[in-house]
């Protein structure tokens, strides 16, 4: 706790032989917590110097001067009383905060508090997130199965379903056709134009129907 000694037009001076110093701490309340005196060259008394001023300072535990401890800000007197007639008095006041618990700083503890809030709504937020994601993933989730034979029959594909200009030239062959793959009943009247039959293809559809009428007659 810093003080100084004046003379009689307030310039500092050094303390000097016959010089007394008072303490007194004050309870956030404002009663008396600790008094107590000092000569000028008291062990607790430590003399710096600067640019030629020379400042005391009263070093002392909290435990030493604190009374019975309250927390909360205390505050102090140190008073100089010279050794001349003038009985000179010069005053020094501060203060200092203490506090009783492990809980000592409150902003510390509101910033920790404002970190923990947005570390639990980042991760409620991350989980969200985590469950929309997964929701769509399984909206999008396509299962591929193999077709099996006769799977899709005849009857399955409307009228005019697919069209000649999808189906690209020699799209099927005549290997890809087994024996009676086609009979007469599936083929309507007028069902294949002259300007749907490419050159030769009206030879190889008489081939066809010879070898089907071969196969049926035996």
Request: proline residues 2%; glycine residues 6%.
């Given at each position: 706790?810093?003080?100084?000694?004046?003379?009689?037009?307030?310039?500092?001076?050094?303390?000097?032989?016959?010089?007394?110093?008072?303490l007194?701490?004050?309870?956030?309340?404002?009663?008396?917590?600790?008094?107590?005196?000092?000569?000028?060259?008291?062990?607790?008394?430590?003399?710096?110097?600067?640019?030629?001023?020379?400042?005391?300072?009263?070093?002392?535990?909290?435990?030493?001067?604190?009374?019975?401890?309250?927390?909360?800000?205390?505050?102090?007197?140190?008073?100089?009383?010279?050794?001349?007639g003038?009985?000179?008095?010069?005053?020094?006041?501060?203060?200092?905060?203490?506090?009783?618990?492990?809980?000592?700083?409150?902003?510390?503890?509101?910033?920790?508090?404002?970190?923990d809030?947005?570390?639990?709504f980042?991760?409620?937020?991350?989980?969200?997130?985590?469950a929309?994601?997964?929701?769509l993933?399984a909206?999008?989730?396509?299962?591929?199965?193999s077709v099996?034979?006769?799977a899709?029959?005849?009857?399955?594909?409307?009228?005019?379903?697919?069209?000649?200009?999808?189906?690209?030239?020699?799209?099927?062959?005549?290997?890809?056709?087994?024996?009676?793959?086609?009979?007469?009943?599936?083929?309507?009247?007028?069902?294949?134009?002259?300007?749907?039959?490419?050159?030769?293809?009206v030879?190889?559809?008489?081939?066809?129907?010879?070898?089907?009428?071969?196969?049926?007659?035996g």
């Amino acid at each position: 706790m810093p003080f100084f000694a004046a003379d009689s037009i307030g310039s500092p001076v050094a303390l000097a032989d016959g010089d007394s110093v008072f303490l007194t701490i004050y309870y956030p309340s404002g009663t008396v917590a600790f008094l107590d005196t000092l000569a000028y060259n008291g062990a607790a008394i430590t003399v710096s110097t600067f640019s030629g001023w020379t400042v005391y300072n009263w070093k002392a535990a909290i435990a030493d001067i604190d009374g019975t401890p309250v927390e909360g800000t205390y505050s102090y007197w140190i008073i100089v009383d010279d050794n001349t007639g003038a009985a000179l008095g010069t005053p020094s006041k501060g203060t200092f905060q203490l506090y009783t618990t492990a809980d000592f700083d409150a902003t510390l503890d509101e910033n920790a508090a404002i970190l923990d809030s947005l570390q639990r709504f980042t991760k409620a937020a991350t989980d969200s997130l985590q469950a929309i994601l997964d929701s769509l993933q399984a909206t999008l989730d396509v299962n591929v199965v193999s077709v099996a034979a006769d799977a899709i029959e005849a009857g399955d594909f409307k009228t005019a379903a697919i069209d000649a200009d999808a189906i690209a030239a020699n799209a099927i062959g005549s290997s890809e056709l087994a024996a009676g793959a086609i009979s007469y009943a599936e083929i309507t009247a007028d069902a294949i134009g002259a300007s749907e039959l490419a050159a030769d293809a009206v030879t190889e559809i008489v081939t066809a129907m010879w070898n089907y009428v071969l196969v049926d007659t035996g």
